[in-house]
């Protein structure tokens, strides 16, 4: 039976030319892209958090959304929120869905009762997957919102925090194991300091790397066939967090020795706060073999800070697809929408408008970074740029020694003049398929 919160919005047609306000006009799951289906290359998931939990508060301001299931303090209001969201999921086509713990359940102050709704919530959601094509894409646990978390989780000063911490993220992997999940993801949002007046970073940075351990040991042990992942972020709510990027995540994996074991789950609006491009985060985690799953969104460029908006460029959106492509694509990972409506947009019709046009833009985005990708002109002009160092006379260079290559130069008398980087020529070439 139908919860009756979309009723009024019309079904959402796939047609290119159609004048609808909300349309498909891009995205077609069945329409074949470098020989696999948009879908399957895409692999959407809504996100619980912003979508259904998120009552429109920013820094500023509070409530602004009033939805059937508020206030979301009790099981009855959980089960509501959880048929009004798969009902979207099946309006919209997406194959998943993401969750923390608190978007599901009403805190109820203690980990015994905490375990006991998600348990409950859980068990309805599943009921739910058996009659639905909406999978889980993962789970994770939020540990930054209630003030138990306000000096980190697994690297709280406090061991009791830390003990807390552990049993919350087993009920969470449990939950996403008996849900099917794809992958189970940490994003250490208060995993950092706000001063180092009070702060021990060796001892923080340790305690996060041996909880992290006992995440992959606990895979292991329930048998969890999906990647662990770890989600960058600069700052945030803290003023600086362990997990501030690419290189920093993966320069922690490998310090821990958890390089084989966990793969990172990278967001558009993290890496714009870490001073980086969405892309270049991208090409980093693919170039050493950790790209794992995206959460598509974009910031305002005017703001700075996380505005988690839904992503509507599509020059940027096709250069990420470009380096996904180029990895291999998603395996265990896809593209989910840690993204959320503004403050002013109340109405149910607005939620389901911000999905497809997000859903569109990434379509568009795939489709012309696949056409870079059977034109070639950019890997031909990597091939051009970097050709000199094909020869064996490069490639012996490289297991010489300083003083070897010093003679080398003064005996030959190499001098080499600069070649152009060809940038906006470049940037001419991506313009023509965006």
């Not at 003083?403 to 001098?415: H, T, Y």
Request: charged content about 25%; aromatic content about 10%; some cysteine.
């Amino acid at each position: 039976m139908s919860t009756g919160f979309f009723d009024s919005v019309p079904a959402i047609p796939h047609d290119a030319g159609s004048d609808a306000p909300i349309a498909f006009r891009h995205y077609d799951p069945d329409e074949i892209v470098l020989g696999k289906r948009m879908e399957d290359h895409l692999r959407f998931a809504v996100a619980y958090w912003h979508s259904f939990a998120w009552e429109g508060g920013d820094p500023f301001g509070g409530q602004t959304f009033i939805r059937p299931w508020h206030p979301q303090d009790d099981m009855g209001r959980a089960k509501l929120k959880a048929d009004v969201a798969f009902e979207m999921f099946e309006r919209l086509g997406v194959p998943f869905f993401c969750w923390h713990d608190a978007d599901l359940r009403p805190e109820q102050g203690d980990f015994a009762g905490n375990l006991a709704t998600l348990e409950e919530i859980t068990d309805y959601i599943g009921e739910k997957m058996e009659a639905s094509r909406t999978r889980l894409l993962w789970g994770t646990a939020n540990m930054f919102s209630h003030r138990r978390w306000m000096a980190g989780a697994s690297t709280n000063p406090d061991p009791e925090v830390f003990a807390f911490a552990a049993a919350t993220v087993k009920s969470c992997m449990d939950a996403t194991h008996k849900l099917g999940g794809e992958n189970y993801v940490l994003w250490g949002g208060r995993e950092g300091y706000e001063t180092l007046l009070n702060t021990d970073l060796g001892q923080e940075l340790d305690h996060m790397g041996r909880f992290l351990s006992m995440v992959v040991e606990y895979k292991h042990k329930i048998g969890f066939k999906g990647a662990i992942l770890v989600e960058p972020k600069p700052q945030e709510p803290s003023k600086h967090q362990y997990d501030f990027d690419v290189a920093t995540c993966i320069g922690f994996l490998r310090k821990y020795g958890l390089e084989d074991e966990v793969k990172l789950n990278i967001e558009q609006g993290h890496a714009i706060l870490a001073g980086h491009s969405f892309e270049h985060e991208l090409a980093l985690a693919a170039a050493e073999g950790m790209l794992g799953s995206i959460d598509m969104n974009r910031n305002d460029y005017q703001s700075g800070w996380d505005t988690d908006q839904f992503p509507n460029n599509v020059p940027e959106v096709a250069l990420a697809y470009y380096h996904v492509l180029k990895a291999g694509g998603f395996t265990t990972g896809g593209t989910n929408f840690d993204a959320k409506l503004r403050r002013q947009s109340l109405d149910p019709e607005d939620l389901l408008a911000a999905h497809v046009g997000g859903m569109d833009v990434c379509a568009r985005g795939l489709k012309a970074a696949a056409a870079m990708i059977e034109d070639g002109g950019l890997e031909a002009a990597l091939e051009d740029r970097y050709a000199g160092w094909r020869s064996p006379e490069a490639q012996a260079m490289l297991g010489s020694d300083l003083a070897s290559i010093a003679a080398k130069v003064l005996e030959q008398g190499i001098n080499p003049a600069p070649r152009s980087g060809r940038q906006e020529i470049l940037e001419n070439y991506v313009n023509r398929f965006v």
